[in-house]
């Protein structure tokens, strides 16, 4: 089993650009979440998703949209990225809610 | 407002120096509290979840236990390969997400 894989691993944006993240797990989870990593914040919850069909926001969801069409995978956009949206992102999956995360690899992404 | 805070931020030891790590919460009513690792460049990883006070759970070198108001990540005899980013997450018991401590970083020299 690969468990939670990400892509890309790396991308740098301008201001303004748009681009997905897609997350893939094959552990047949029902629960995903993307969370962003910054120094000195921890992790924060952007989007979570409970099921196929289903999103809702986190605690930092402004300027990110989520769409999970097949259980086994969670697509993260960014519309128009700002340089604020630099940072390392993750996404994690569940078989329950409050069962521990297993994570991905992370895409680090700059803004320019 | 749940909160968790994470201490000391660093903390380096030397091989076979034991210490503890400490993570401070509060939560309206803790459904579960959860230690990671995450190695640099690499997602968290999973080491242990305490659900009620006096609860303890040991892995290898590691062994956690849980108070009402706190949780201790206690390194016995370190080695260098325990050198990682230790994170630790609350959840409360109104299906509340994961809430995230700000992490300490644990360097271990031979």
């Known amino acids: 089993n690969a468990g939670v894989t990400q892509t890309p691993k790396f991308r740098v944006l301008k201001t303004g650009q748009s681009m997905t993240l897609l997350c893939a797990q094959d552990m047949n989870h029902e629960y995903m979440y993307w969370y962003r990593q910054d120094p000195g914040m921890g992790l924060r919850l952007i989007h979570y998703?409970?099921?196929?069909?289903?999103?809702a926001k986190g605690e930092v969801p402004d300027g990110y949209n989520v769409s999970r069409l097949k259980k086994q995978n969670f697509l993260l956009g960014l519309e128009s990225a700002a340089p604020s949206q630099t940072s390392v992102y993750f996404c994690a999956s569940s078989p329950y809610w409050g069962n521990e995360q297993f994570f991905g690899p992370g895409t680090r992404l700059t803004v320019l | 407002e749940d909160q968790v805070t994470q201490s000391p931020e660093a903390l380096r030891l030397q091989e076979g120096e034991s210490s503890s790590l400490n993570c401070s919460y509060t939560v309206s009513g803790l459904r579960g509290l959860f230690w990671y690792r995450q190695d640099p460049g690499k997602g968290p990883e999973f080491l242990f979840t305490?659900?009620?006070a006096g609860e303890e759970k040991e892995k290898e070198r590691l062994k956690a236990t849980l108070t009402k108001k706190e949780s201790f990540l206690h390194i016995t005899a370190p080695k260098p390969e325990d050198s990682a980013t230790y994170l630790c997450a609350v959840q409360d018991n109104q299906g509340g997400k994961l809430i995230f401590g700000q992490g300490t970083e644990l360097s271990v020299k031979p």
């Open positions: 305490l659900y009620s």
């Open positions: 998703s409970v099921g196929e069909g289903t999103t």
